[in-house]
């Protein structure tokens, strides 16, 4: 598994990688739940995944959609907390993709989102 923090994709992995969250506020075994945070905004995912970490979920981070269809594909999760407006594939259109796969068509999902005041 990468324990990478997140990094834009020149940093050396491809941008549809999905990444465990390294700062584990506790050891949490393989037998824990896993949460799915689908978030492009580091500093919103890495708050996101640590208190789903306090609450005992183990987490994994995608920055897109891409990143988060790869991670649904690879261990389905247990919640997938999802922000909205995403690069490459909205929310809205990844939540329909996930669905229709039967391994997450009934996978909780907490959608999540920030609009911010135009510049």
């Given at each position: 598994m990468?324990?990478?923090t997140m990094a834009p994709?020149?940093?050396?992995?491809?941008?549809?990688?999905?990444?465990?969250?390294?700062?584990?506020?506790m050891s949490l075994g393989k037998d824990a739940p896993l949460a799915l945070v689908i978030e492009d905004d580091e500093s919103a995912a890495d708050i996101a995944a640590t208190m789903l970490n306090v609450?005992?979920?183990?987490?994994?981070?995608?920055?897109?959609?891409?990143?988060?269809?790869?991670?649904?594909?690879?261990?389905?999760?247990?919640?997938?907390?999802?922000?909205?407006?995403?690069?490459h594939m909205d929310g809205v259109t990844l939540l329909r993709v996930a669905r229709r796969v039967a391994e997450t068509r009934n996978t909780p999902v907490v959608g999540c989102s920030a609009v911010y005041p135009p510049s």
């Amino acid at each position: 598994m990468n324990t990478q923090t997140m990094a834009p994709a020149h940093a050396g992995r491809p941008h549809f990688m999905p990444m465990s969250h390294p700062g584990r506020p506790m050891s949490l075994g393989k037998d824990a739940p896993l949460a799915l945070v689908i978030e492009d905004d580091e500093s919103a995912a890495d708050i996101a995944a640590t208190m789903l970490n306090v609450l005992g979920y183990r987490t994994r981070i995608a920055e897109d959609g891409h990143a988060a269809l790869y991670a649904l594909s690879e261990e389905p999760p247990d919640l997938i907390l999802l922000d909205i407006h995403l690069p490459h594939m909205d929310g809205v259109t990844l939540l329909r993709v996930a669905r229709r796969v039967a391994e997450t068509r009934n996978t909780p999902v907490v959608g999540c989102s920030a609009v911010y005041p135009p510049s």
